[in-house]
């Protein structure tokens, strides 16, 4: 039985050990998206982990969520970037990029007055931080099918730009109800009629821009250095589903054709049976390595449903404790 410390392989990437950074976003980019020194020393101090993902980073110039987050949308980006993949592999290390936009969770006073953006109109119910204080979310601007492929090719050009700057591929940001999300989940993506038809009803048309998104990915990096977060029942920035594990099936079984790295998993309540039933989920529909993220304020619980669901691998964020993970880690790999 593998132990936290065995070597795991993720797609094409041989890991010394079964402990993933989770992406964190630490909003040290400043104004102009740049990473920069003080980065490369955060992620290299950390690269004794098998794997960091690195923080969620915008693929469009005008989708900033938070003040101060980096991007990888020009080449001022990406240069910046290359001091923190060089810093890391310094250190012995391997770093994905985690690329995302944000969708209707931006605001337009973090991007030039531009109106954030969704696949339909509901604002979340909330406050944002901005500039100006904390402001209520904006009404989004619903997507039109015939701009899709221009999201789509945002990613397919992060993707690009990140293996420029010297990462070891990407993780997609399809969780915690960003843009792909937004799409993906029927509580705010609500499209019918001329011109929405195609990415809205059904979860066939649901899934479809993550998934075009995901092979504009794999055609730049090869499915073997891309990677997925999902989080098919948090409800994060106002987000749920009517029927997550039939949206988490289709969209697991897609993704199992493809080949991808791995598909990581972001959990609310490890104890839940709901969390149960949708990690089965996933193991069942998914033939590559599960990755599993839980929130950590119950040690006990997490080292329970970690048995009960073998997963080969496991990610930890802020506190989470070594040694939480490393009893947890008492399972098989399936
Ligand atoms: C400060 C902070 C920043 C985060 N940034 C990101 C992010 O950029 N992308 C992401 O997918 N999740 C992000 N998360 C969620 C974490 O990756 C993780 O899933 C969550 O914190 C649960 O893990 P933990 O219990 O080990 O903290 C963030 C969490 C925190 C606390």
Redesign the pocket.
Known sequence: MPSLFDPLQLGALTLPNRIVM?????TRAGRSHIANALMAEHYAQRASAGLLIA??TMVAADGCAFTGEPGIFDDACTAGWRGVTAAVHAAGGRIQL?I?HPGRSAHSSLNGGVQPISSGERAVQGLINTPDGKQPYETPRRLRDDELPGIVDLFRRATRRALQAGFDGVQL?G??GYLLDQFLRDGVNDRNGPGHERYGGAIENRARLLLECMDAAIAEAGADRVGL?LSTLAGSNDLRDSDPEALLSHVAQQLSRRRIAYLEL?HMDPALISERRIAAVARQQFQGPCCA?????RPARKRHWMKAVPTPSC??????PIRTWCSACAWAPS
């Open positions: 989770a992406p964190l976003t630490r923080e969620a985690q995302w940001h969780a915690h977060r972001r993220t839980a929130a950590s304020a990610s930890a964020a802020r506190s989470s």
